[in-house]
């Protein structure tokens, strides 16, 4: 969810300055770009250069330190920041803020971004429930800001009571909560089909042919698709999940099964998923009965599935077209060469042979691709968060167009889906 988004986190002179630096790491594993702006008092607690190695990006101190002569430097940050949070949050930043004073890098920084705040308050209990300090913060919430409440414990100074940081993990997911939050509609009004699970072609009436495929990926890419707003459509094959609320649930066996469901619905779609593991080949005939054991041999005849994927590709209009690719060796010259023949705009691909990233997995190691090649390479994430980072590319872009090149003012490197969000 944070991925590629700009985050400033203010840090003022508190004795939690040290979980900041936490937060800074956290928020950067998460992919977010972070921009530590911090306090002379903070700079006293905890030292400049650990958060430039954490963040990887200068720490901004001085108001007058301009290092780009073409930007003032506190009006650009203020502009690009997607969100700002404040951890921890002195009694003295929450009084400068609700009277608008603008004295330091940080206050200068708040007072002009309009991008959503958060604040984090650190403070002695008595110094919090002071009536000045309730008083600022009621000004705050009444200007929109969003308060992440500290925590009741043995405090710094002794006392007991509440003043007590949130701790970073609480704060990256109220962060997370909210780019969640606001791409939430991205795609409503959007028509999405996913397939997922594996077919089943039958031998006869007790034997079939399948695979491992449990529908976990392609179920997740449903249940994304629907937080995001949009009216999914899950066409599942042999699957062994819960099924996910809030979709349309067409269950098909065979791979001529999934071949007509899809096809019957194709052109009323604007996204199609393609997650489901179709079997190449079906038997070409099925037995009546139980076919009995009559020799040391047993030859069976298969015959070619229609390839769903490659005739999507050359029957689409206007539709966006994501592909999978299950692999165990030369992972993106397959998955490219995949992309190309079926006429796809993204190709998502793992190798199944990878520790987390096979069938039946809650895990999963994926690397999506485009006509240019890789454009972002996962690490073992949850399905659910993997999911939730390919269907982010339909809510987060500033692209007008499939063929634009602005990857750089997308939410993530892969903004072509924004044809799906005009």
Request: proline share 3%; charged share 25%; net charge neutral.
């Given at each position: 969810?944070m991925?590629?988004?700009?985050?400033?986190?203010?840090?003022?002179?508190?004795?939690?300055?040290y979980?900041?630096?936490?937060?800074?790491?956290?928020?950067?594993?998460?992919g977010?770009?972070?921009?530590?702006?911090?306090?002379?008092?903070?700079?006293?607690?905890?030292?400049?250069?650990?958060?430039?190695?954490l963040?990887r990006?200068?720490?901004?101190?001085?108001?007058?330190?301009?290092?780009?002569?073409?930007?003032?430097?506190?009006i650009?940050?203020?502009?690009?920041?997607?969100?700002?949070?404040?951890?921890?949050?002195?009694?003295?930043?929450?009084a400068?803020?609700?009277?608008?004073?603008?004295?330091?890098?940080l206050?200068?920084?708040?007072?002009?971004?309009?991008a959503?705040?958060?604040?984090a308050?650190?403070?002695?209990?008595?110094?919090?429930?002071?009536?000045?300090?309730?008083?600022?913060?009621?000004?705050?919430?009444?200007?929109?800001?969003?308060?992440i409440e500290p925590?009741v414990?043995?405090?710094a100074?002794?006392?007991?009571?509440?003043g007590?940081?949130?701790?970073?993990?609480?704060?990256?997911?109220?962060?997370?909560?909210?780019?969640?939050?606001?791409?939430?509609?991205h795609?409503a009004?959007?028509?999405v089909?996913?397939?997922?699970?594996?077919?089943?072609?039958?031998?006869?009436?007790?034997?079939?042919?399948t695979?491992?495929?449990?529908?976990?990926?392609?179920?997740?890419?449903?249940?994304?698709?629907?937080?995001?707003g949009a009216?999914?459509?899950?066409?599942?094959g042999k699957?062994?999940?819960?099924?996910?609320d809030?979709?349309?649930?067409?269950?098909?066996?065979?791979a001529?099964?999934m071949?007509?469901?899809?096809?019957?619905?194709?052109?009323?779609?604007?996204?199609?998923?393609?997650?489901?593991?179709?079997a190449d080949?079906?038997?070409e005939?099925?037995a009546?009965g139980?076919?009995?054991?009559?020799?040391d041999?047993?030859?069976?005849?298969?015959?070619?599935?229609?390839?769903?994927?490659?005739?999507?590709?050359q029957?689409?209009?206007?539709?966006f077209?994501?592909?999978?690719?299950?692999?165990?060796?030369?992972?993106?010259?397959?998955?490219?060469?995949?992309?190309r023949?079926?006429?796809?705009?993204?190709?998502?691909?793992?190798?199944?042979?990878?520790?987390?990233?096979?069938?039946?997995t809650?895990?999963?190691?994926?690397s999506?691709?485009?006509?240019?090649?890789?454009?972002?390479?996962?690490?073992l994430?949850?399905?659910?968060?993997?999911?939730?980072?390919?269907?982010a590319?339909?809510?987060?872009?500033?692209?007008?167009s499939?063929?634009?090149s602005r990857?750089?003012?997308?939410?993530?490197?892969?903004?072509?889906?924004?044809?799906?969000?005009?």
């Amino acid at each position: 969810m944070m991925k590629g988004k700009t985050i400033l986190l203010g840090v003022t002179g508190g004795i939690a300055a040290y979980k900041a630096a936490a937060l800074t790491s956290k928020l950067s594993q998460a992919g977010a770009n972070v921009h530590v702006l911090m306090t002379e008092s903070a700079a006293k607690m905890v030292g400049p250069a650990t958060f430039q190695a954490l963040s990887r990006n200068a720490v901004r101190l001085d108001t007058f330190e301009d290092s780009h002569p073409g930007a003032v430097s506190h009006i650009d940050l203020a502009d690009r920041a997607d969100v700002a949070v404040i951890t921890p949050a002195t009694a003295n930043i929450l009084a400068k803020m609700a009277h608008g004073l603008a004295d330091d890098m940080l206050s200068t920084v708040m007072l002009a971004t309009t991008a959503p705040i958060y604040v984090a308050p650190a403070m002695n209990v008595h110094m919090y429930e002071n009536a000045a300090t309730q008083q600022n913060m009621q000004t705050l919430r009444d200007r929109g800001v969003q308060f992440i409440e500290p925590g009741v414990g043995l405090l710094a100074c002794g006392y007991v009571g509440k003043g007590r940081m949130a701790e970073p993990e609480e704060i990256v997911d109220v962060l997370k909560a909210h780019f969640q939050e606001k791409m939430s509609g991205h795609l409503a009004g959007k028509r999405v089909l996913v397939t997922a699970g594996g077919t089943v072609e039958r031998l006869d009436p007790v034997r079939y042919l399948t695979n491992d495929s449990s529908g976990k990926m392609g179920f997740a890419i449903a249940a994304a698709a629907r937080d995001m707003g949009a009216k999914v459509t899950l066409i599942a094959g042999k699957t062994a999940v819960s099924i996910p609320d809030g979709v349309e649930l067409v269950n098909v066996v065979s791979a001529l099964d999934m071949y007509e469901a899809v096809m019957s619905r194709f052109a009323e779609t604007d996204l199609v998923v393609k997650a489901a593991a179709v079997a190449d080949y079906r038997p070409e005939e099925t037995a009546p009965g139980k076919i009995k054991k009559t020799g040391d041999t047993l030859t069976v005849k298969l015959v070619k599935n229609p390839d769903i994927l490659q005739e999507l590709g050359q029957r689409r209009s206007t539709q966006f077209l994501i592909g999978f690719a299950a692999e165990t060796e030369r992972l993106e010259e397959n998955a490219l060469d995949k992309l190309r023949r079926k006429n796809c705009d993204l190709l998502v691909a793992n190798d199944v042979t990878r520790e987390g990233a096979g069938f039946g997995t809650d895990t999963n190691l994926i690397s999506i691709f485009d006509r240019n090649g890789l454009v972002e390479e996962l690490p073992l994430v949850s399905k659910k968060e993997a999911a939730e980072r390919l269907i982010a590319a339909c809510c987060e872009t500033h692209v007008g167009s499939r063929s634009s090149s602005r990857r750089s003012d997308c939410f993530c490197s892969y903004g072509y889906l924004s044809v799906l969000c005009r």
